[in-house]
T-cell receptor, first 113, second 116 residues
Framework: SQKIEQNSEALNIQEGKTATLTCNYTNYSPAYLQWYRQDPGRGPVFLLLIRENEKEKRKERLKVTFDTTLKQSLFHITASQPADSATYLCALVISGGYNKLIFGAGTRLAVHP | DADVTQTPRNRITKTGKRIMLECSQTKGHDRMYWYRQDPGLGLRLIYYSFDVKDINKGEISDGYSVSRQAQAKFSLSLESAIPNQTALYFC???????????????FGPGTRLTVL
């Protein structure tokens, strides 16, 4: 069966450290992958997109990697801050006809001062 | 002003009632979507629309219907609400303009629906 897995347990880290979140998938062949941030009581907000032929993408303190062999994406936040505390969702885009987004359940990140 | 708005933001209703959730957008996007979010399950697609003449079922359309009244408006209806439709509902929009934002979706603030 097709699955997208994100760590359901919250990730707790100290301010200033690098947070690393994982997105694993099975039985999908995504054209690209997106990461979103969701704060409590709000809709998800797009952060980054990475294509299947890209290994790594960066935006300010954010870095995403995409390994289609391992079927895994890693999302890193360097020099983390308490304001980075939120739930982070990965979403696969399956190409062909209509490019649907398939979301993972998300991982909650808590950055402590 | 918010680009994607949803009304109501919160709604409590009883089993068997008809409910309509409304979504409006000022982004000028052609594509609009309805999702529901449940704890531990992530966002699941209910319906999507390419334009006012195009409506498509998503992953979990049973028990729901939609109407695309205009490019900017997309409504979700629960004809006869049941308790397992209690969830957070999100509307989203997207456009294909620009390679860097391909299929990036813009979400509304959500509607928290409780069916008793």
């Amino acid at each position: 069966s097709q699955k997208i897995e994100q760590n359901s347990e919250a990730l707790n880290i100290q301010e200033g450290k690098t947070a690393t979140l994982t997105c694993n998938y099975t039985n999908y062949s995504p054209a690209y992958l997106q990461w979103y941030r969701q704060d409590p009581g709000r809709g998800p907000v797009f952060l980054l997109l990475i294509r299947e032929n890209e290994k790594e993408k960066r935006k300010e303190r954010l870095k995403v990697t995409f390994d289609t062999t391992l079927k895994q994406s890693l999302f890193h936040i360097t020099a983390s801050q308490p304001a980075d505390s939120a739930t982070y969702l990965c979403a696969l885009v399956i190409s062909g006809g209509y490019n649907k987004l398939i979301f993972g359940a998300g991982t909650r990140l808590a950055v402590h001062p | 002003d918010a680009d994607v708005t949803q009304t109501p933001r919160n709604r409590i209703t009883k089993t068997g009632k008809r409910i309509m959730l409304e979504c409006s957008q000022t982004k000028g996007h052609d594509r609009m979507y309805w999702y529901r979010q449940d704890p531990g399950l992530g966002l699941r697609l209910i319906y999507y629309s390419f334009d006012v003449k195009d409506i498509n079922k998503g992953e979990i359309s049973d028990g729901y219907s939609v109407s695309r009244q205009a490019q900017a408006k997309f409504s979700l209806s629960l004809e006869s609400a049941i308790p397992n439709q209690t969830a957070l509902y999100f509307c989203a929009t997207s456009d294909l303009a620009g390679e860097s934002s391909y299929n990036e979706q813009f979400f509304g603030p959500g509607t928290r629906l409780t069916v008793l």
